[in-house]
């Protein structure tokens, strides 16, 4: 019954930071692994006058981006001395990639901010933790 | 981390399961658990429910109270500290949130369904209400 795996999709915003140091206490308690998954949207910026390069150009420089970010977060796991790896995932639909993820890597909880990277409302529930929360088959945890 | 916990029960599998989620958190965590049920009273297509009738209410609240007596003893026996509490009111949602504020808690703890509602794909009612409204945390079991 206890969290083996625990899954934190994290964009860089606050809340999410919030959910991995969750997640920190947590594994150290029930010495669970931590996974962190990082989806980019897949920029397609269309029209036939523009390059093809540009669009993978864009997607190296946002891995770039991410890789950076992640290794903040490897520090504060190294320092609690828990076990993390990290993944980045391109897709179109957030939602989906992320349960898909859980259901494939055998995830025990899900643990996420209340709101990400949308500035429109902190009152209600952003759009990816509602759709998280209903789509996925294990337990979510969200932080507020 | 979490020292205050709430759980919502309404006697199905999946407040169940919350719960001993909860006591897998609390035990390590050395919190505290409240269990929390709501009684919404008779419901008449007149008026709705209704607060009028007193044994009823009273009825349904000794029966609750037999359900949460089995899950008082499983946490005797790995020493959390336990509360419950029954409430009534028409508003189930609400009445859990107010709840949840004026104990400063730092989780909520339910399941996914509850007794009512026909669709087990996505959330029910009660669940999605208190995870979007509520100001703390909200773990939500499946």
């Known amino acids: 019954m206890t969290f083996k795996n625990i899954l934190v999709p994290y ?8 959910a991995f140091n969750k997640a920190v206490a947590l594994s150290k308690q029930h010495n669970s692994h ?16 523009i390059d093809k390069r540009i669009n993978k150009d864009i997607m190296k420089k946002a891995k770039k981006i ?21 993944k980045i ?20 909880l899900v643990i996420m901010g209340s709101s990400g990277r949308g500035k429109f409302d902190k009152i209600l529930l952003g759009s990816v933790s509602n759709g998280v929360m209903q789509k996925a088959k294990c337990p979510v945890l969200i932080i507020k | 981390m979490f020292k205050n916990i709430l759980v919502s029960y309404d006697g199905t599998n999946f407040s169940n399961r919350a719960f001993r989620k909860a006591l897998d958190i609390a035990e390590k965590d050395e919190s ?35 359900y949460i007596y089995k ?36 989780l909520i703890v339910m399941g996914s369904h509850g007794r009512t509602g026909l669709n087990k794909l996505i959330l029910g009612s009660v669940a999605n209400g208190v995870a979007q409204q509520s100001k703390c945390s909200v773990m939500v079991i499946k």
């Open chain 2, 71 to 106: 899950l008082e003893k499983d946490a005797k026996n790995l020493n959390v500290p336990i509360s419950v509490k029954i409430k009534q009111g028409t508003s189930i949602i609400k009445e859990i949130i107010s709840m949840a504020n004026s104990d400063k808690t730092d």
């Open chain 1, 89 to 108: 995932i391109e897709s179109n639909n957030t939602v989906k990639a992320i349960t898909s993820f859980a259901k494939s890597k055998n995830i025990d």
């Open chain 1, 34 to 49: 931590i996974r962190v998954l990082s989806c980019l949207d897949i920029r397609n910026l269309g029209g036939w006058y």
């Open chain 2, 32 to 66: 505290k658990i409240t269990i929390f049920t709501v009684i919404e009273g008779e419901y008449s297509a007149i008026t709705g429910f209704s607060k009028i009738n007193i044994q009823t209410i009273r009825k349904q609240q000794s029966a609750a109270k037999k």
């Open chain 1, 66 to 86: 991410t890789e950076e970010l992640f290794l903040k977060l490897d520090n504060i796991a190294k320092k609690n001395a828990v076990s993390v790896d990290f």
């Open chain 1, 11 to 18: 964009d860089g915003s606050t809340y999410s930071l919030l």
